[in-house]
């Protein structure tokens, strides 16, 4: 599938969707959108992701696309006026439209009109399927070793070391996919359940319905967590996952130096050797996940030795296998993590 | 307010938002609607509640009633067609319909329809309110003493609780009120958010904004609480309350006997000392609650000597006062859970 990622003036550092399909997704992409950044290429701004030119708008696409996806999301979720008229280019153009925003596409009455007038799909990744309900109790029963990432706080990477980890997985030659639970990740993946969006009695019974759809076509499933089960906000999409999932394996996600809440900054965080011990004795009654391995974001860490020593120090609060899986790769976890 | 009770087919014993509203509500029930026992008086099936005849239908309801409420739930939430009747006469006489149903009466043409004509309003309390966001974190910061009753499982009487020991403490001389989260609370409350409906990522936001409205003007709220931290299905709504609440006080809740999560025989009941350890634990980061009593439901067991027995067990392995709020009364609760 040939794409264009809409990434208006926020192209590469608050662009988390368009950097997170361009460098996981099994799309090409023809062209990202971003009106500050036109006139260069991908590659000049992120280095270790597919290229691709950036231009002005969609008509400055050259290629024939397939879909435009909205790789961007401002601050409370809405649809920003100045991307109109390349979403209604895109939809005259034949062009399907993908977008994540808590503003559904199909709700608005011009770009319904020019979908069922050009034959081509509005996918509101974010609104959730009509059918979800709640969970019975059986994603134990499949027969992949489940594997959950959870995480110290939000925006921890557990997205990425989920995506990292099944790739590195499937290229040693084993049988491994994501469960996709966000917005992100249902675009990268092409299908999945927007967890954090269905009706909370049914959180993890949205997560079960994957793990058995998936759960017996391959040996590993990397399911995508959210949030963390200490978050003031959050901690019911993260508990109905670690429930629904009822994961064989737990990988705590967590970033070099985070002693807070971000956007809640009086709540300190825990002790890493504490979230250990609440997400595991949390999931026992349920499914008996241990954790058995950690990953470290250490992004903010310029130098690669301080990297290295924050990542010594994480593994051994945790006493299990730890890594930054983008600075220095995924071997040690999948070591621990596959038999 | 006037109203009338549809229990039709299921008065008493299948009737557990008709008895609750019975029980606990401010309302005066003229009438219950309920074909297989009409002729009989509420007190001749239960003999603690407000009395009032039972009928066959709308028809023979004498009194002027302000509104009629559905009393009863099928599984799955429907609208059962033989209640269509009552409910149209209900409208036609200018009746509010309230109703806790999946099944949205105001989704009804024929129902609205006669609302509008009539000059008469549907509610559906189980439609979460269209503004409810994400949580602040703000909710440890209302003035009241924020006491939350917790279970081991879903329907061990946690709404129950929270209304006995509102009511037992507003009677001596306490201000108090309950912060209703789910259907049968919020119809006899008139207010509340049913937070298992709300979307999964306002789970806590949905707890704190009922928080926040409240919390200054009592000194004790009592916030009923829904499903299990261990629940297979339901954990997420438990620990979204939990911390949306950010209570200062615990109430354990638990049905004597009971071993296994209901509807999910394959899940056992971790022990009461491990219940105890998991809420404290997982609030401890947000809002440092403890478990200063315990509720237990000893309906099953027929002789006193027993239900004393096993609240005296129940007692100690809470290390907290106990009793059956029902069977012994709110006072050691009460002793143990105000200033």
Not at 9 to 35: H, I, M, N, Q, S
Not at 154 to 178: F, H, I, P
Not at 279 to 297: F, H, M, R
């Amino acid at each position: 599938m040939r794409i264009a990622i809409l990434a208006h003036e926020k192209f590469p550092d608050r662009a988390k969707t368009a950097l997170g399909v361009l460098r996981y997704g099994d799309y090409d992409v023809e062209a990202v959108l971003d009106r500050d950044s036109a006139g260069s290429q991908v590659s000049d701004h992120v280095p270790d992701v597919q290229d691709a030119p950036i231009v002005e708008g969609m008509a400055d696409v050259d290629a024939d696309v397939d879909a435009l996806l909205i790789g961007i999301a401002p601050i409370g979720g809405g649809f920003d006026e100045s991307w109109r008229d390349d979403v209604k280019m895109a939809l005259e153009n034949g062009c399907d439209v993908i977008s994540g925003l808590h503003y559904f596409l199909e709700n608005d009455e011009e770009f319904t009109a020019l979908a069922d007038e050009n034959d081509c799909e509005l996918w509101d990744v974010r609104k959730p399927p009509e059918d979800l309900t709640v969970s019975q109790g059986i994603a134990g029963e499949v027969d992949a070793e489940v594997i959950l990432t959870v995480g110290t706080d939000c925006s921890v990477g557990k997205m990425t070391v989920s995506m990292e980890l099944a790739r590195d997985a499937r290229e040693a030659g084993y049988d491994a996919a994501v469960i996709p639970t966000g917005q992100t990740g249902i675009m990268i993946e092409g299908w999945g359940n927007p967890v954090d969006r269905v009706v909370s009695d049914f959180t993890a019974g949205a997560v079960e319905e994957m793990i058995v759809e998936k759960g017996d076509e391959h040996d590993y499933l990397f399911v995508e967590g959210q949030g963390s089960i200490v978050h003031p906000a959050y901690s019911a999409v993260t508990c109905g996952i670690l429930h629904g999932a009822m994961a064989d394996q737990l990988v705590l996600c967590h970033e070099a130096g985070k002693e807070a809440i971000h956007g809640y900054e009086s709540f300190e965080l825990p002790s890493i050797r504490r979230y250990v011990d609440l997400y595991e004795d949390l999931a026992e009654p349920v499914s008996d996940a241990t954790i058995t391995a950690g990953a470290l974001n250490t992004a903010d860490l310029e130098d690669d030795e301080e990297a290295r020593q924050a990542v010594e120090e994480y593994t051994d609060s945790l006493d299990a296998p730890a890594a930054d899986v983008i600075r220095f790769g995924t071997d040690d976890l999948l070591e621990a993590l596959l038999e």
